[in-house]
């Protein structure tokens, strides 16, 4: 997958919070919101691409996967609810 249409999808998928906010009462995102949710979605795709262009053993990769989904959805989960 060509690194542009990767990003391409990750900011993509904002525009499922932007139907849910335009078409529900019950959904209240800000433009910050959906700044703080591209920047992240930005630092997770930079951080696959270089585990996938840098790490060269396959069980590290994927390990390395499952960390950067980890972080991402912990911080996720903070800011959305504040859980910790």
């Known amino acids: 997958m060509k690194t ?4 391409l999808f990750l900011n993509s ?5 932007l139907i849910g906010n335009l078409s529900s009462n019950e959904f209240h995102w800000g433009p910050e919101d959906y700044v703080i949710a591209c920047c992240m979605l930005n630092v997770l795709g930079l951080a ?16 390395f996967f ?18 910790f």
């Open 4 to 7: 542009s249409n990767m990003f």
């Open 13 to 17: 998928i904002l525009i499922i919070p």
């Open 66 to 83: 499952v960390i950067a989904f980890t972080i991402f959805l912990l911080i996720w989960a903070e800011l959305a609810v504040g859980i």
């Open 48 to 63: 696959l691409y270089a585990s996938n262009r840098y790490v060269t053993n396959i069980y590290f990769r994927y390990g």
